[in-house]
């Protein structure tokens, strides 16, 4: 059990040094050579990959993959590379670049014996596993061949003859630079506005060109999540651990923090918060790749901060029981990257985004008085014994009582134990995070311990009643049009009946603005109307502002710009912890109702006069809008 080949290969796919440009090569060689199956589920888009040269195809097509580092490119590549039967051998190569033929169907005839018969044509498949590995570096030119053959494979795209197609798997940015450097011709200039195109408009072809296009970055996190977990909880190596007879302070006995958070991250409530967070991360605009995704599992159930790499080897789990030092291997403080260093950690994708959260380090009263002195409270008491003193592995130790004893009672002079009992802290708080059931997250408030206090209500009240066509309760509207209102006016305007578009005269961005240009009604009246709705298309929460059935405005409602309205709704102020950015964002969006608002103006007629009206905003004592009218001579 201490040499656990299982865990040993496990650490690949940790936070540990490593060429990422040869990730997935180096995974399978390490599986190879261990005899271990590598963790392997199929990619969302798998299928329709393959299915791209599919041999029945009588037009088979070239795909490019693009995405991060990290999407599964290489993985794909693999996968296609498996269909056309191509030698195993060939693959295992460190060559980006490979090429095999195969045959596909030219036209049917009919023979003699009045049976169709199908007439095939061989096509050659050039495969370009790494662009960036394969194309020269930056400032060096292009050797002829490697140009020659990006020049064909741009002719082919608009040739519906080519009997050569190809497999080009890209970083998005690499794609268009690569290209971008090539000798300008009209087929190279042609295919780089289809890259463009397809990549803003998160299209996948283009009519009359021969190329299936997948961005992998546009996967949802959270799927890729479902499918990698699964994946990780049930590989067989696991199986090793788990039949095996462990002693008591052996890995995966019953003092194992390995085992134990293995055991809890399989757990229900565990699975549900940790895709929660990475849900968020896709209504953010974030996404986490396929090999950040299987990084933070390895994490989660190896990390240790003390330990080699900060990833547990069968060998440790005896010298950390001996140690009484089970409490840092955390499985709740790992998820955060809370072993690695604050360094390391900042380099690691999943980590940055889960750190936006802020897990750990916000709070609320309540959460903390449950914490200090939930033990001796009546009303805190069965949770805190629920939550903290049951939890033997990673809720109250010693440790815990005697630097919580010390906090309390000021004993030291000294500021190390504070400090020590304010890190149990944030380590408890995460553990919170966790362990808080469904059925108590209103009543402890679960949500106040990240950032993002409305986060919980957007995933339950609104993207998850959009997605199944229901409707958006109206209070949750009417607070989304009052935080626009005191965006748009500068105003703390109380009115959410209707939309206040305003200007400064001739600044429509200014702080402050009290020249109405219109007011937008939210329920629906003569064509106007305000909407939450779910795009299916590319996942997203659209607030969608209509003039007229056929002019309308939609705005992209990620979780941040949802937390800034609500909470400048209910606070009346923008909050200091979000950046700037989601202020000149909703400035954005105002400019573009006001010119949709000018659209329609200009189709009807317009009113003859010698004057210029003005309506001018104020705030009567209650809050609400006052419009005066106001004259003035040109």
Known sequence: MTDSKWIQFLRHYGPVPRNDNMYDETIQRSARR????????????????????????ADPVSVILTGTAGDGKTHLCRQVWKTLKGNDDEWASDSP?????????????????????????????????????????????????????????????????ADEIFLIAANDGQLIESFRRLKETEDVRRARQVFEDLLVEDRQEQSGVRLKFFNLSRTSSAELFDRAIEAFLT?????????????????????????????????????????????????NGLHVPVRQILLLLTNAVLGHPDADHHLMRPSDVPKVIAAGTVSKASLYNNIFGGNLSEIRRQTITIFDFLERFQIGYETSNRIDNLLIFGEADENLGDYFDTFIAKDKFYGADDRFYAAKHEYIEGTREDDEKPAEFLQMLISQRRGLFF??????????????????????????????????G???RRPLLSRLVKGLNHVFTGMLIN?????????????????????????????????????????QANGRVLLSVFFAPDNCVDFNLTLIRYEFLSRIAAQGALPSSFSKECFEDLLAFKSQLIAAYMQRQA???????????LNLLALTEQGMPDQRFVEIMP
């Open 235 to 283: 590989h067989p190596g696991w199986n090793e651990l788990k039949n095996g007879v462990a002693a008591e302070n052996d890995v995966f006995g019953p003092k194992c923090p390995i085992r134990h958070n293995y055991e809890l991250l399989d757990t229900p409530l565990v699975r549900a918060r940790l895709r929660s967070l990475l849900e968020l991360c896709d209504y």
């Open 97 to 161: 670049f490979l090429t095999i033929k195969s045959q596909y169907p030219k036209d049917r005839t009919t023979w003699p014996d009045s049976k169709d018969r199908i007439l095939y044509r061989s096509v050659k498949i050039h495969f370009i596993r790494d662009l960036s590995g394969w194309a020269p570096q930056q400032g060096a030119d292009w050797e002829p061949d490697k140009e020659e053959l990006l020049q064909k494979f741009c002719h082919s795209l608009f040739n519906p003859d």
């Open 603 to 613: 189709k009807e007629v317009e009113p003859s006069g010698t004057t210029i009206g």
């Open 435 to 468: 362990k808080i059931p469904k059925d108590a997250e209103f009543e402890l408030n679960l949500w106040e311990l990240t950032v993002f206090m409305f986060a919980g209500e957007y995933l339950d009240e609104v993207v998850e009643l959009l997605k199944h």
């Open 470 to 472: 229901a409707v958006v």
């Open 495 to 535: 009115s959410d009946r209707e939309l206040y578009l305003a200007t400064s005269g001739n600044y429509s961005q200014a702080k402050v603005c009290r020249i109405l240009v219109e007011r937008v009604s939210v329920e629906p009246s003569k064509g106007e109307k305000i909407v939450l709705r779910f795009d």
């Open 34 to 57: 261990q005899g271990i199956a590598p963790i392997d589920f199929e990619h969302p888009y798998q299928v329709r990959i393959v299915n791209c040269f599919n041999q029945t195809t």
